[in-house]
C-alpha cells in the first residue's frame, strides 16, 4: 500500500531532551516535507527536501533539523526541544518539486513538551 | 504579507449544499488547492485549480477567479462524513505552498 509513515505517533517529552521522529514514503516521491498544525493557525512548514541530500528551511525552521540520507526517508529532529515545540507534526511527499503535486501526508505526531 | 482566509466555522444540514469560500493575498499565483482533514487524521487532496472556472469531481466542485483572488469549494448532497476541516492552500511565486487555517464544518442531521 502506498503511504507515509511517522513514529512515533504521540511522544510526551521534557524540555531539552533531545527526539527524532521518523518519516517514510515508499512512494518513490522526490520532495518530503515536514509542517506542523496549531489551532487557529495553517499548517506551516518547518523543512523540506527536493532530494537526497538536499534540505531548505520553511516557515519555521527555528529549533529543528532534518536530514534526507536516502529518498524514503526525512527524520525531523529537535536538538532541544522547548513547549513552544507541542504541536501536532505532519510530514508529507510529492511525487515532484513543482509544487503543483497532490501531497500525501502521514497520519500525524502529537507532540507534547513538558 | 501573504494571506490566506477562509470562515473558521461553518454548520450545514444533511442533504443540503454548502460553499466554503477561500480569499488569498499571495506574491504570485501558481495554484490552489482544496485539502479536507477529518479530526485527528492527515490532510488529504480534494482539488487543484490554476485556471479560472468551476471543476466538478462527483458532490465536491471547486471554483476559482484569479482577478478577484477567490475560490470555492461546492459540496452537494451532505453526508454525515463530509464533518471534517477543509483546507485552503495557495501556490505562491517560489511554488511555496501557503495554507489557511482551514474551515471546520458540521454536519446536522
Known amino acids: 500500500e502506498a503511504q507515509v509513515t511517522q513514529n512515533p505517533r504521540y511522544l510526551i517529552t521534557v524540555t531539552g531532551k533531545k527526539l527524532t521522529v521518523t518519516c517514510s514514503q515508499n512512494?518513490?516521491?522526490?520532495?518530503m516535507s515536514w509542517y506542523r498544525q496549531d489551532p487557529g493557525l495553517g499548517l506551516r512548514q518547518i523543512y523540506y527536501?527536493?532530494?537526497?541530500?538536499?534540505?531548505d528551511k520553511g516557515d519555521v525552521p527555528e529549533g529543528y533539523k532534518v536530514s534526507r540520507k536516502e529518498k524514503r526517508n526525512f527524520p525531523l529532529i529537535l536538538e532541544s526541544p522547548s513547549p513552544n515545540q507541542t504541536s501536532l507534526y505532519f510530514c508529507?511527499?510529492?511525487?515532484?518539486?513543482?509544487?503543483?503535486?497532490?501531497?500525501?501526508f502521514g497520519p500525524g505526531t502529537r507532540l507534547t513538551v513538558l | 504579507g501573504q494571506n490566506i482566509d477562509q470562515p473558521t466555522e461553518m454548520t450545514a444540514t444533511e442533504g443540503a449544499i454548502v460553499q466554503i469560500n477561500c480569499t488569498y493575498q499571495?506574491?504570485?499565483?501558481?495554484?490552489l488547492f482544496w485539502y479536507q482533514q477529518h479530526a485527528g487524521e492527515a490532510p488529504t487532496f480534494l482539488s487543484y485549480?490554476?485556471l479560472d472556472g468551476l471543476e466538478e469531481k462527483g458532490r465536491f466542485s471547486s471554483f476559482l477567479s484569479r482577478s478577484k483572488g477567490y475560490s470555492y469549494l461546492l459540496l452537494k448532497e451532505l453526508q454525515m462524513k463530509d464533518s471534517a476541516s477543509y483546507l485552503c492552500?495557495?501556490?505562491?511565486?517560489?511554488?511555496?505552498?501557503?495554507w489557511g487555517a482551514g474551515t471546520k464544518l458540521i454536519i446536522k442531521p
Open positions: 508529507a511527499s510529492s511525487l515532484g518539486n513543482s509544487g503543483t503535486d497532490t501531497q500525501y
Open positions: 512512494m518513490n516521491h522526490e520532495y
Open positions: 527536501s527536493m532530494n537526497v541530500e538536499v534540505t
Open positions: 499571495t506574491s504570485g499565483f501558481n495554484g
Open positions: 485549480n490554476v
Open positions: 492552500a495557495v501556490l505562491d511565486s517560489n511554488y511555496q505552498l501557503i
